[in-house]
């Protein structure tokens, strides 16, 4: 088992394009309406690390989007933002993966993964305010 999603019949799933940092074609995937980018990059093996496992406490499943996409996802919250802001490479259309959720909309969207990631806050280290 990878991410835990179901893979769907070949020419019947979204389209999810990846690539690397550098605007390189990682791979294109066929995904289900309601997966995560999260658990869509960890079914098919794509390097998004995703340290917290979707709980909102990591910044490590960055992910760089499309203009024209991002404007179809509802706004991130407060949690998700505090998070952005610790993101490495932060840019206008940077989404957490994990709360990315594929819909009829965002087919044939893609996903660029930012330079590098800082891992500083994995290992249960938490941030302090003072
Ligand atoms: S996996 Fe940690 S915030 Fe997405």
Known sequence: MHGGINRPEPGTGLKVHFKDS???HIKTVEVNEGDSILEIAHEYDIDLEGACEASLACSTCHVILPPEYYDLLPE???D???MLDMAFGLTDTSRLGCQV??????DDIIVTL???TRNMYVDGAKPTTH
């Open 101 to 106: 959720i594929m819909k009829k909309e965002l």
């Open 80 to 82: 998700e933002n505090d």
């Open 76 to 78: 991130p919250g407060d």
């Open 22 to 24: 550098k605007g390189n």
């Open 114 to 116: 930012p330079a590098a």
